[in-house]
């Protein structure tokens, strides 16, 4: 009888807990998301380049190389609940960082208010990660992930809806006026768009100090991996995190489909305008990517692991991110940026799928090996930038050849998406072969 109790009090405390870490998913998507809504916004008050621009993606992903293993170091010594909480101080500091930011109207002291945040972001992913990965069985894992996942894109549609409402409102006028008026003018107008970050970044910055007081009273419970989890080959050969090549090939993996991620929410924005799409008409692009994604997690709630194995998702995931990158290339107009849209669709198990693939059977090396997958994150950093490289290098080629600026922005935006096809192609490898590959010497 009193099993029986336990078990119920201990399901009980796992539903709270995946409540909790559910809630903290939908903060770091709240403040992920906006950068689709802020790259357009730095460009035009900062003047800056399609390549300079994505370094707001660079500036909050970058973050998580420098800040993962740190992250991990600290989440062993203060435990899950502290250092979520110091998550949330850190991400408020971040936030209050725009204040100075918009005053002086300098683009490296906005890089560093998002890199800030992302710092704090670092602690709050390398904790909730493998603490709901493992907070139940692993061949669930991929839903209870996936139930983060619908947290994290709601939340993210909403920031990306709410930013785009408060920065590109009127961006269009404020352009057509840069060309026209005298510089002091100019300074005016830029001072005034600046300056509109300023009160909602205070209200982020309050409310995430707030939940990082509640944080540390909430019911988290301390969970560790099994014993009964950690294989024989684990606990009698392994003695280091480089003797798991499928822990190396998921590193790979995450770090491609998080640069691809990043493409499909944070360029729709810029590229519905280079098509020559208003700001007004643009601004919630971002939000049919993340309302795609958060479709395709509740189906996977649904159908994980009853009907759709972890394994089977990733590789439909992948195949869809191949024909949807080609749709891409193939079409123009508003059909293609319901392609980059529907990039959501291929992106959204991708995740939930990767981690347990990763994760499973790693035993005491599971924290390090989370580190390490949130890492990964800096895919995020560098592929975007290279997609804006590329829309720079080939818009400058076709201006040369005769091609008028903006047919010219507008051939360079889409044809640079090829750039998403290596990354989905890497993605079908690990989920056709490279998850199988526990040692270097013997597929497993």
Same mark, same amino acid.
């Given at each position: 009888?009193?099993?029986?109790?336990?078990?119920?009090?201990?399901?009980?405390?796992?539903?709270?807990?995946?409540?909790?870490?559910?809630?903290?998913?939908?903060? &770091?998507? &709240?403040?992920?998301?906006?950068?689709?809504?802020?790259?357009?916004?730095?460009? *035009?008050?900062?003047?800056?380049?399609?390549?300079?621009?994505?370094?707001?993606?660079?500036?909050?992903?970058?973050?998580?190389?420098?800040?993962?293993?740190?992250?991990?170091?600290?989440? +062993? $010594?203060?435990?899950? $609940?502290?250092?979520?909480?110091?998550?949330?101080?850190?991400?408020?500091?971040?936030?209050?960082? &725009?204040?100075?930011?918009?005053?002086? @109207?300098?683009?490296?002291?906005?890089?560093?208010?998002?890199?800030?945040?992302?710092?704090?972001?670092?602690?709050?992913?390398?904790?909730?990660?493998?603490?709901?990965?493992?907070?139940?069985?692993?061949?669930?894992?991929?839903? @209870?992930?996936?139930?983060?996942?619908?947290?994290?894109?709601?939340?993210?549609?909403?920031?990306?809806?709410?930013?785009?409402?408060?920065?590109?409102?009127?961006?269009?006028?404020? $352009?057509?006026?840069?060309?026209?008026?005298?510089?002091?003018?100019?300074?005016?107008?830029?001072?005034?768009?600046? +300056?509109?970050?300023?009160?909602?970044?205070?209200?982020?910055?309050?409310?995430?100090?707030?939940?990082?007081?509640?944080?540390?009273?909430?019911?988290?419970?301390?969970?560790?991996?099994?014993?009964?989890?950690?294989?024989? +080959?684990?606990?009698?050969?392994?003695?280091?995190?480089?003797?798991?090549?499928?822990?190396?090939?998921?590193?790979?993996?995450?770090? &491609?489909?998080?640069?691809?991620?990043?493409?499909?929410?944070?360029?729709?924005?810029?590229?519905?305008?280079?098509?020559?799409?208003?700001?007004?008409?643009?601004?919630?692009?971002?939000?049919? *990517?993340?309302?795609?994604?958060?479709?395709?997690?509740?189906?996977?709630?649904?159908?994980?692991?009853?009907?759709?194995?972890?394994?089977?998702?990733?590789?439909?995931?992948?195949?869809?991110?191949?024909?949807?990158?080609?749709?891409?290339?193939?079409?123009?107009?508003?059909?293609?940026?319901?392609?980059?849209?529907?990039?959501?669709?291929?992106?959204?198990?991708?995740?939930?799928?990767?981690?347990?693939?990763?994760?499973?059977?790693?035993?005491?090396?599971?924290?390090?090996?989370?580190?390490?997958?949130?890492?990964?994150?800096?895919?995020?950093?560098?592929?975007?930038?290279?997609?804006?490289?590329?829309?720079?290098?080939?818009?400058?080629?076709?201006?040369?050849?005769?091609?008028?600026?903006?047919?010219?922005?507008?051939?360079?935006?889409?044809?640079?998406?090829?750039?998403?096809?290596?990354?989905?192609?890497?993605?079908?490898?690990?989920?056709?072969?490279?998850?199988?590959?526990?040692?270097?010497?013997?597929?497993?």
């Amino acid at each position: 009888m009193s099993n029986v109790a336990e078990t119920v009090t201990n399901k009980n405390s796992n539903k709270i807990a995946i409540a909790i870490i559910a809630a903290l998913f939908f903060i &770091f998507g &709240f403040v992920t998301w906006i950068n689709g809504a802020l790259i357009p916004f730095m460009k *035009t008050i900062n003047e800056l380049t399609d390549a300079q621009s994505y370094l707001v993606a660079s500036a909050s992903y970058i973050s998580f190389v420098v800040m993962a293993l740190p992250a991990s170091y600290i989440l +062993d $010594k203060i435990g899950y $609940k502290k250092g979520m909480s110091l998550g949330l101080f850190v991400m408020a500091i971040g936030a209050l960082i &725009f204040i100075p930011a918009a005053e002086a @109207r300098t683009y490296w002291l906005f890089l560093t208010g998002i890199f800030v945040q992302g710092m704090g972001m670092t602690l709050l992913q390398t904790a909730s990660n493998p603490y709901i990965t493992i907070l139940g069985p692993i061949d669930s894992a991929a839903k @209870r992930i996936a139930i983060m996942g619908i947290a994290n894109k709601v939340a993210g549609a909403l920031g990306s809806i709410i930013f785009g409402a408060i920065l590109l409102s009127g961006i269009d006028e404020v $352009k057509d006026k840069l060309a026209t008026v005298s510089l002091a003018e100019k300074d005016q107008l830029l001072n005034t768009m600046a +300056d509109s970050v300023v009160t909602p970044y205070i209200v982020m910055a309050i409310v995430l100090a707030v939940l990082g007081v509640l944080i540390r009273k909430a019911p988290l419970p301390d969970i560790e991996v099994p014993e009964d989890d950690i294989t024989a +080959d684990v606990k009698d050969q392994k003695t280091s995190v480089f003797q798991f090549p499928h822990l190396w090939l998921g590193v790979i993996t995450l770090f &491609f489909y998080v640069g691809a991620e990043v493409i499909a929410g944070d360029t729709i924005i810029s590229y519905g305008i280079s098509l020559g799409f208003s700001s007004e008409e643009a601004k919630s692009f971002t939000a049919y *990517t993340l309302l795609a994604m958060v479709l395709t997690y509740a189906l996977g709630v649904v159908l994980i692991p009853k009907y759709l194995k972890q394994k089977t998702a990733l590789i439909i995931s992948a195949v869809l991110g191949i024909v949807f990158s080609c749709c891409i290339l193939m079409s123009s107009g508003l059909v293609s940026v319901l392609f980059v849209a529907a990039l959501g669709i291929s992106n959204a198990l991708v995740w939930p799928a990767v981690w347990p693939l990763t994760l499973e059977g790693l035993g005491k090396f599971t924290k390090t090996a989370s580190a390490l997958l949130v890492m990964a994150i800096s895919g995020g950093a560098i592929i975007p930038p290279l997609y804006g490289k590329l829309v720079d290098m080939n818009k400058a080629d076709l201006v040369l050849s005769g091609m008028a600026e903006s047919e010219a922005l507008s051939q360079a935006a889409t044809s640079s998406y090829w750039i998403l096809i290596p990354c989905y192609a890497f993605i079908l490898f690990f989920a056709l072969w490279g998850h199988k590959y526990k040692s270097w010497t013997k597929k497993s």
